[in-house]
């Protein structure tokens, strides 16, 4: 199971409260002679343990924050360490980076071995400016306003105060009086909020824009790609994929909601009719309480591979799972690795639907890739990019499907349930390309206004959307979609790689229906990787092609079209 970083360099009794707590250990490593193979080795072992107490240490006063922003002590904490310790760790770790690069230096290290942490290195030494620090510290606080806005959305219906998560849950009955009831008042709510977000993502594009501009790029979508570190594609390449995704996807999309239109037997279909079953069957309910999502999510891993649901079952003894939806709990989910215990924590907001199971499943594959790769032996072999660590995500969703009985025993129900998830897995696609090509609006153009970004938006939307859905009367609704996209605030530019990782996933699931024991060993190899290889060569690891062109998108769409006529 988890091994735990053994601490070999940092004291054991270390308690981070300033960045003078952990200043010798720096002065240490920026004054070590780097003369030999092993000295060098040595340095890059160190920093790297150092680097995963930090890393862990700020994990949790996120996750915290997050499970409770009611709290203003595990805020404080938070940005406390994000305004205070980070800032003086940036400076001082390009200023590791600076000795560690050196000709004299990279000449004692394997190359090979280090390819991708000499690429990140060079690319952050270039990146860095001293004057973007505390604009740094400035928007990584500022960013967590959008979940402490978000946290606290809650309706009145029945009686009762609850999130808008749970709120969702009424989109799937099959009274659509009562559906639209609840749509309105979710979105009414959501407006209350609008200029708010509006004013939140204004003064994040400004700081975000200074950071760029600072570092010598004209827009901070230029910059924001080199930061990311896509190496193997660009601006351009994801221009022409949203062209391929509206070419390739958008069509099919439309027939599904012709075809749900039709099963409804309805004149219009209206934004609250995407959720309810076209049979008028109840929603599925896959599970009561979160223990008992968690229970037969370990029955699922357990069976696809054991090892798997022996992770899940670790994290829940060890209290590293905060599955519930409640009041004064941030939105979303995700999953956090913890690079020093070398278990990771899960946190989402379920409700008792499909998509918790699903979310749990995309959270859950995280958590197998952290343990997977947690043997490396430097963090930065297990710092993975979005690109891979998706396609370990999305794959579990995919990949379980054969297990769902757990949740669903009834075979209609199961079969209802894949339909729907493969209906989502292609519905994802447009999404992302609308968010993605929208965020690029938002950086090319950093000075518009208002007006001009929703009418950006609502012409991205219909570049990308369902042709079927009809909106009228509800437009102001729809101009302000693009709020609840957690990563637009969070996490800019984030985005399009949920895309380029589904279709890896789906790649991926085609194996396994074809040789389930094969897919499965090359689906663990790419994993323990990490990042200790370009993106190409480990979906090459995983049987599959790192590739979003039109032609391949149309062969993956092709494949999951089949398999949905196998539900029907």
Known sequence: MANKLKRKYISSNLEINSFEDIKSYFEDLKTRTLSTRSEVWNWLVDRSELESILSEDLAWRYIKMNCNTADKSLANSFNNFVAEIEPKIAIVSNELDQKFYTEEVLSKVDSTKLFTVLRELKKD??????????????????????????????????????????????????????????????????????????????????????????????????????????FDYGVEDCKSFHKAIAETVKPIIDELHKTRKSNLKLDTLRPWDLDVDTENMPPLKPFEKVEDLIRKTTFVFRDLELEFGMYLNEMKNMGYLDLDSRKNKAPGGFNYPLHESNVPFIFMNSTGNLRDVVTMLHEGGHAVHAYLCSDLELV???????????????????????????????????????????????????????????????????????EERKDAWLSISKEFGSSIIDYSGYEKFKAFQWQKQLHIYEVPFYYIEYAIAQLGAIAVWKNFKENKQEAIINFKKALKMGYTSPIPHIYKQAGIEFNFSKEYIAELMLFVKAELVKLQ
């Not at 710092?383 to 025993?409: G, N």
């Not at 493969?422 to 993605?436: C, F, G």
């Open 125 to 230: 030494i270039e990146l860095f400016r001293e004057a973007n620090v505390p604009i740094e510290a400035e928007l990584q606080q500022k960013e967590q306003d959008f979940g402490v806005i978000s946290s606290k959305m809650l309706i009145a219906y029945n009686n009762e105060e609850i999130t808008l998560q749970k709120a969702g849950n009424f989109l799937k009955e099959n009274d659509r009086n009562v559906r639209e009831e609840v749509y309105n008042l979710i979105n009414k709510r959501r407006i209350e909020d609008a200029e708010t977000l509006n004013n939140l993502l204004t003064e994040l594009i400004k700081l975000r824009q200074k950071i760029a501009t600072n570092a010598g790029f004209k827009n901070f979508r230029d910059y924001k790609f080199k930061s990311m570190g896509r």
């Open 380 to 450: 930065n072999f297990k710092q993975t990019p979005a690109e891979i660590a998706e396609l370990a995500s999305m794959s579990m969703e995919l990949i379980t499907m054969d297990y769902w009985h757990y949740y669903f025993d009834d075979a209609d129900e199961l079969k209802r349930a894949k339909r729907l998830h493969l209906e989502d897995v292609l519905s994802v696609l447009p999404w992302v390309a609308t968010i993605d090509k929208f965020q690029h609006f938002l950086y090319e153009n950093p000075n518009h206004t208002f």
